[in-house]
Structure formats: structure tokens, C-alpha cells
């Protein structure tokens, strides 16, 4: 018999662990997705599990057919054999024990005959104490139990398999110890263990840590198996609360506990469609326990694994230390590890300055910003892994802020048409959530919140002339001095609305709170520390791209004119309205780079071409919904009530990005690094 071996899989060094995944029959893609994931986060393991029920349903046995082979080829696989058919069953219920004892030990050989070329140990049942997986109400001494699951794990121990008895969830002492005075613990080679501390197991209650729960497992199997091995086949963390760092945090916790194995439950969020074995939509912690999104889409722990594995999760949250040390109060800034935020940081870091930065690093890349404040400035740059969506965390950050600058965002218009109320709960309501945290405070803490052009709408009443490579106003006073605050809100596409439904409340809370805020209605900016991408940060990814020799694509025709500000100057201009609060509250300012920073993407991919000496790869598309033809920020009104100006054009701007792109820490050099150079290295970069 060829079954892999316990090694297979890279880890990319460290201990080895692996992901409990349950997929249901007919879910080919899905399934073939999760395991690539899988791969690529660099798991070793994958349990999932064998219903004896749906195996003997319709297009049951081809299913697993297909993904025991599937899951074989690639992982050392742990296959779960538990629910009883209900025809076969004293219950009636997939949950009962089967009327002839025997034939729970007959489907295990059968399986193991079938496919055990494809694994080398197998698990005997699931969470036994709880009713949905085993009625011991009809089983009050176990005695069904173990005489049902004793003989499948002696008959499949005769037959060269490792055995794993089922790890009840709750972990329970006296189960496990009965187990052993039943006889069921000397046929096993290991004992599951399940632990989910912060969602189903209580830290005040029923949790005293992973220490201790195998402590007093090895306890009892030195009593009746000292030879067993301990396997965590189950450890999870649901972040409905949005708390991703907590759930890389734990999956930490639980990779070092004194375990043999650890199997983390689950990869995916189980799809809103999907009812669990309660109901659907029964409890909302079971559809967050993955580490992707149920699209797809990973979250901290999935990304930080994928980037550099265990290593890279403990050296990113080792940077939430809090500064035991401040001895004033910090200048907050949501979404501090951003582009904008940590260029703003920086400069208020560089002055001997307190800053707390609040990101949930959602948006890839924005870790290595982190490190860079870091190591620049050590402890004063502090960092709170906080959600926008959690209002009770961020009442805690926010509590002694000198100041907040709120730059959280989903930041894509793509993206927002993608997910409307995703993007609604990021951007309106969390900015509410700062707000009221910040009112709750009960001290007049500024706060000075990031909006954007797309509040204006796409400006489709502006009359335009082509004028060769560009298009230009021909209203004399739009082309002299851009778009002002005079114009009319018009929210266009579910990001303009939930940018301009935050952009109202800021301003609205100071008029009904008395909160000192004020709005800078941003236009494009560009510059150092800038992780673009084609759905926002266009500037940087034009580069990126034009300097990896790949091609852009223009969706339109390329005439579109943008008014583009460095990074330098943004700064300044938060700055400005910090140091004149008093007088600029309540309003709202548009920032940008003004008509002399005004230029088409076809200028500005022509002026790149030059700099870089080659003509940049082009392709043009269609038009997306929502875009406008011309914005140019007005910004008159902010340099009369601040004095502010910009002082970068826009070619010394560009050339200036260039510089930081191509070194050996910008997003251009990555690329070519990211494959050989350790992870701390890779964060840093």
C-alpha cells in the first residue's frame, strides 16, 4: 500500500500545521480553490470529513470518488468518518448510533480499502459530546459509542492505519478518561483535541488555555496510552467582530501549544447561503471562521501565511506592543499604515511625536509600511489592529487622541460595486463609529476625515473640449481654477455614496456635537510608500507596471484629466488644518494639485515613457461606470483659510515616486526579491 508521507507539503520551515475544511459534494471548484489556497499558505495537513450518510446518497461515493484523491495527491490527508445514515440509524438521525454496532467498523474497512492508498491515518468520529454529531441521550454510559468506534479503531490498526479518536468540544476530562477505561484509548494512535477561545469557548468559563487542556490530556493518555500522540484537529476563531488580528493571534496560540498536530478550522467562511447543522443563518460566529472571506478574499492570516508563513505572522503582531512608555497623547490615525497615513505619521513621528496607528492591514502591502514607522521611530509609533467595524474597540483607541485623522477606508470604486454593503459598513459606518467613539470620549478631540472627488459625482454636466491628448473645460473659470466646494453633491456609485454619506456626518457632528472637524475632499495623490493597483493609487501602478516592462490598461481613452498631488504636500495639508482648527471647523476643503498639476493619462504615461527611456505597453478598454472625464481640484478656499500651497509639480512629483519605486524597497523591487529574501526581509521591504 503507497500512502504519502507525513512530510509532504512546504511549510517554508517552522512547525507544521494544516487547515480542517469540510466540502460538500458537487463542490469541485470550490474545493479545487481552497486547495490551492492551502497550498500556497503552506499548510502540510488537511482533515476533512467522510460522511457515511452522504456517501450512500446520491452521488455520494462519486464525489469522494473524486476528492480523496484530490486532497491525497496533495496533502498528508486526515479523512473524518462520521454521521450515521439515518435508514441505518436507532434515532433516525445521522447524530444516532447504527442499529448493528458492527457496520460503523464495516464502512471504515471498506473506506480504507477503497482509498486508503491516499492517507495514512483516520479519524474516528466528530465531537462526540455534541448531539448534533452524537445522541448520547440515547447513550448515556458511551457504551454504544465505544463499542462502535473501539472496534473500527482496533480493526483499522490491524490493517496498518494510525487511528485518531474524535476530540469532544468542548474538551471534557472525565470523557476522555472513561475512553481509557473502556478500552477505546489503546487503539488509538492519537486523540483529537478541539479549542476555540474567544468564540465557543469562554475565557472566563470553560478555557484555561492551550497548556492546560493538553496538559491534562497527556495526564490521562500516560494512564492508558502513553505512546499516543496529541492532535489539535480542530482550533478556530471567528471574526465576526472583524478582529482578524486576533484570529492570526490565535492560530499562533494554538500552532504553539504542546501538540503533535495542528489542524486549524476552517479555510473559507461558510457562504450565507449555507445552513449550518442549527439552521441557517442560527449563530453569525459560523459563517467568520475561515481565513478567507467566503469569496474568497483572505484576511491577516491567510495573507500573512501566504507571505511568509508562522514567521511572518509573529513578527508582524509583535508591532501591537503597546508603548508602555508615552508620556503624551497620541495623534491617532485611522488607517496609519495606508499610503497617506504613514506619510503623515511620519512627519508628526519625526518630530518627537506620539502616534497610534489604527489598521486592520487589509489592504496588501501596507505591513511593510508598518515596519518602515517601525524602525524609523521604535515604540512612539503605535499600533492598534482595530477594525473601522468595531465601534467598542475603537472607543478604546481613540479615548486620549491628541487629534484623529481618519483615512479607514475601502478605497475602490470596483470594489464597492462589487460589494455595496461591505463598502457601506467600511466607509459610512465606520466613520459613524469614529465619531461616536470620539463624542463618547467626552473631550472635543479634532477630527479631520478623508474624503474624496467622487463626492461631486461623475460630472457629467461639466462641458468639455477635446483638445488633442486632453480634455478641457470650456467654462472659463473650471479651466482657470478647477472644480470648487460650490458644487453640488452628487454621489455616484456606491463608493461616492458611502464616502459622501461619512463626508456629511463628520461635518454633521460638528454642527450637532461641537466637535471640532473638518473634510479634505481629496483629488489623486501620489508618492513614496505607495502601493498602487488598477483600482486605486493609479499613478503608482502606472509606474509599477511601465518599470516591470507590463502593459497598462486605460480604461477609456485616455483624455481624462486629473489634478495629481505629491504625498509631501497632502501631509501639509493636514497638517494646516490641525494647527487652525479652530478656525476651519465645520467645513469642508477640496485638495489637490490644482490646474498647474492638471494632466491627462496620456501625458502623464508619455512623460513616464521619457523618464524611463522606452515607450510604456498600452491597451485601452472600456470606460468604467462612474468615472469622470475631468476633476481639478479648486483649492482656493483651503489656501486662504491655511495659507497652504502645493509645491511639488507634477514632474519632479513623478520622477520622485520613480526613485522610491526602484530602489531596493519600493513595490518594483519586491517583485523580484519576494521569492528568495526571508520574511522578515520581504515585511520590511
Sequence with gaps: ??????????????????????????????????????????????????????????????????????????????????????????????????????????????????????????????????LLDWDWREDPEWALFCEMVGAAGHWARERGFKTVLGGPSPFDAHWLRLMGERGVLSVMTAVGLHGFPGTWDSDVGTWAGWQALTGQMRAILDEF?????????????????????????????????????????????????????????FDERHYHMGVVDQDGRPKLLAR???????????????????????????????????????????????????????????????????????????????????DMRDGMALRDVV?????????????????????????????????????????????????????????????ADLSLADSGDRYVPTDNAVAAHGVGEWRNL????????????????????????????????????????????????????????????????????GKQVRDILHVSDAVAAYRALLSNIDTVRGNAFNLGGGPVNAISLRVLLREMGDMLGREVQIRFSETRQGDQAYFVADTRKLAEATGWRARIGWRDGVRDLNAWLSSWNGPAADRAEETTAPAAQRLRA
Design 1 to 130: 500500500m503507497t500512502k504519502p508521507s507525513s512530510g509532504a507539503g512546504n511549510t517554508g520551515g517552522g512547525k507544521a500545521f494544516g487547515f480542517a475544511e469540510w466540502f460538500r459534494p458537487g463542490e469541485y471548484d470550490r474545493t479545487l480553490a481552497a486547495l490551492d489556497g492551502m497550498e500556497r499558505a503552506g499548510a502540510r495537513y488537511v482533515r476533512t470529513h467522510l460522511s457515511w450518510a452522504e456517501y450512500h446518497g446520491e452521488g455520494g461515493q462519486a464525489w469522494y470518488d473524486w476528492l480523496l484523491p484530490e486532497v491525497g495527491r496533495r496533502f498528508a490527508l486526515l479523512p473524518c468518518i462520521h454521521y450515521t445514515p439515518p435508514s441505518l440509524s436507532r434515532t433516525g438521525t445521522s447524530a444516532g448510533a447504527p442499529e448493528r454496532l458492527q457496520d460503523y467498523a464495516d464502512f471504515v474497512d471498506h473506506v480504507l480499502t477503497r482509498y486508503g492508498e491516499h492517507f495514512e491515518a483516520v479519524e474516528l468520529w466528530n465531537e462526540p459530546n455534541n
Design 225 to 281: 496510552n502513553p505512546a499516543a500522540e496529541i492532535w489539535i484537529t480542530e482550533a478556530g476563531y471567528s471574526t465576526w467582530r472583524h478582529d482578524e488580528a486576533t484570529q492570526a493571534q490565535s492560530f499562533l496560540d494554538a500552532l504553539n501549544a504542546s501538540a503533535d498536530r495542528l489542524y486549524w478550522y476552517g479555510w473559507q467562511d461558510i457562504a450565507d447561503t449555507v445552513a449550518v447543522q442549527e439552521g441557517l443563518r
Design 304 to 386: 500573512l501565511l501566504q507571505e511568509g508563513g508562522p514567521a511572518a505572522i509573529e513578527a508582524t503582531l509583535a508591532l501591537a506592543a503597546p508603548n508602555v512608555a508615552r508620556k503624551t497623547n497620541p495623534v491617532v490615525i485611522t488607517g496609519g499604515a495606508g499610503f497617506i497615513g504613514c506619510n503623515l505619521a511620519d512627519s508628526f513621528l519625526a518630530e518627537g511625536r506620539e502616534v497610534l496607528l489604527v489598521d486592520n492591514l487589509s489592504r496588501p502591502g501596507v505591513e511593510k509600511n508598518l515596519f518602515w514607522l517601525k524602525d524609523r521611530h521604535g515604540a512612539r509609533a503605535g499600533w492598534a489592529p482595530v
Design 399 to 459: 479615548r486620549d487622541a491628541e487629534a484623529v485623522f481618519h483615512f479607514a477606508a475601502q478605497v475602490a470604486v470596483t470594489t464597492s460595486l462589487d460589494a455595496p454593503v461591505d463598502d457601506f459598513e467600511v466607509n459610512g459606518r465606520g466613520t459613524l463609529n469614529v465619531l461616536e467613539a470620539v463624542r463618547r470620549s467626552g473631550r472635543k478631540t479634532p477630527v479631520i476625515f478623508a474624503s474624496t472627488n467622487k463626492v461631486y459625482g461623475n460630472l
Design 490 to 557: 452628487d454621489f455616484c456609485t456606491p463608493y461616492g455614496c458611502s464616502k459622501g454619506v461619512a463626508d456629511q456626518y463628520v461635518l454633521d457632528y460638528g454642527k450637532s456635537y461641537g466637535l471640532p472637524t473638518a473634510v479634505l475632499r481629496m483629488s489623486c495623490i501620489y508618492g513614496p510608500r505607495q502601493f498602487g493597483t488598477e483600482d486605486q493609487g493609479w499613478v503608482a501602478h502606472f509606474l509599477i507596471r511601465a518599470l516591470n516592462g507590463e502593459e497598462i490598461v486605460i480604461y477609456g481613452d
